[in-house]
């Protein structure tokens, strides 16, 4: 806990415009800040923190929103814009001021996570976000070396992006040395919040991607299919670009990884049909124009799965290894709502990434995955899950 004066004052951009407020008086500062704090997911994470003890700050651009939940949880707050360009750059990192690690969850990510890191790096502030992008994941784990000499951990994917797949892909990977291929799969049951959404419809605008010898490779949404195994019985599931292809490749070493899910009837079929209606929606969703309209539908029509969905749905995970032998090991997880899930692991990462060490011991400066911070048994450790290795 970082003491400062009673009253925080706003802060100022550079060019005479307080971007930043505060409205709560404090005689301390907490250690993390959730941004993004009024967004569906960001909301959950700020109300678990608070029901375990945690006093984070909350922060964001809406200022009426941030305020109000704030309000709501006697929290301090902070409104600041992400920085476009140059301009704001001094009033993300005074808002940055004795804050120790930053839970970012506000995306779409491919737009706000650089600006974040950038941040980060510059005040020594550790970052973990939820996003699902596989550019995004890239991108973070190029700057490993900048953030090695910054101090800073960096864990993009730190909820149902990529937790839970993560972590039993590096426990299946240690009870099979020399593993050449991982396929993974999952159910996620209860609807998406607005910000997956939108986030859905750039990757299935975006295909397919599949990891084959070490390289990602393109291909059609929904193929190559399977039926999966999952505890709750068998499904056929289809290939989609889930950010494990990053992950998994950076967590094992493994070349050959392949993700699966339901995908859309429309989609999941083998025929040329199939092919075609895929073809089309990832032609028009390519569309700026098209892309737009259906962001702006989705805004205004998904609003989330309430608490009474969430209680009531949960999540399934099946994955296996292989090793050039054909010796494989096989294993599932099953938990709570996704967005649950999310919050119960981000408020776990923050504090053991503030801490400096995990259940797997010291965390280390640099790009990690969920696993490399944190050990595959993390995912133990979330309420509600079980996880079983064959």
Request: charged share 20%; aromatic share 6%; hydrophobic share 45%.
């Amino acid at each position: 806990m970082v003491l400062r004066p009673a009253t925080v004052p706003g802060w100022v951009d550079g060019v005479d415009n307080v971007v930043a407020t505060t409205t709560r008086t404090v005689s301390a500062v907490p250690d993390w800040m959730i941004y993004g704090a009024n967004g569906y997911t960001g909301r959950l994470v700020a109300r678990l923190a608070v029901a375990r003890g945690e006093r984070p700050v909350l922060a964001g651009r809406n200022a009426a929103e941030v305020a109000a939940l704030a309000g709501e949880l006697g929290l301090e707050h902070r409104v600041v814009e992400l920085p476009t360009g140059r301009r704001g750059t001094a009033a993300l990192l005074a808002a940055l001021d004795g804050i120790g690690l930053v839970a970012h969850c506000a995306g779409p990510y491919r737009v706000t996570a650089a600006p974040m890191v950038d941040a980060c790096l510059g005040a020594g502030t550790h970052y973990l976000d939820i996003t699902g992008e596989l550019p995004v994941f890239e991108e973070i784990y190029e700057r490993h070396d900048e953030a090695v000499a910054a101090g800073v951990v960096l864990l993009p994917g730190a909820g149902f992006d990529v937790v839970p797949t993560d972590c039993l892909a590096a426990l299946l990977a240690a009870q099979v040395p020399g593993a050449v291929s991982l396929e993974l799969a999952f159910l996620a049951r209860g609807g998406m919040s607005p910000g997956t959404a939108k986030t859905a419809l750039g990757i299935a605008g975006g295909g397919g991607r599949r990891r084959v010898g070490g390289e990602l490779v393109p291909t059609r949404y929904g193929d190559p299919s399977r039926v999966v195994p999952f505890p709750s019985g068998e499904r056929r599931v289809g290939s989609v670009p889930w950010g494990d292809v990053v992950t998994a490749y950076r967590s094992t070493g493994i070349g050959d990884i392949t993700v699966y899910t339901k995908v859309p009837a429309s989609m999941a079929g083998r025929g040329r049909a199939a092919r075609l209606r895929t073809a089309l929606v990832q032609k028009l969703l390519g569309y700026r124009i098209i892309h737009g309209i259906a962001t702006r539908v989705v805004g205004a029509r998904v609003a989330g799965p309430s608490p009474d969905t969430r209680e009531a749905t949960g999540v399934e995970v099946w994955g296996e290894v292989r090793d050039a032998a054909g010796g494989s090991r096989s294993g599932t997880l099953v938990g709570p709502n996704g967005y649950d899930l999310t919050a119960d692991a981000v408020v776990r990462a923050a504090g053991y990434v503030l801490a400096g060490r995990g259940p797997a011991g010291p965390i280390a400066p640099g790009a990690h995955t969920p696993s490399s911070a944190l050990g595959g048994d993390f995912a133990r450790e979330l309420t509600g899950v079980t996880l079983e290795l064959g």
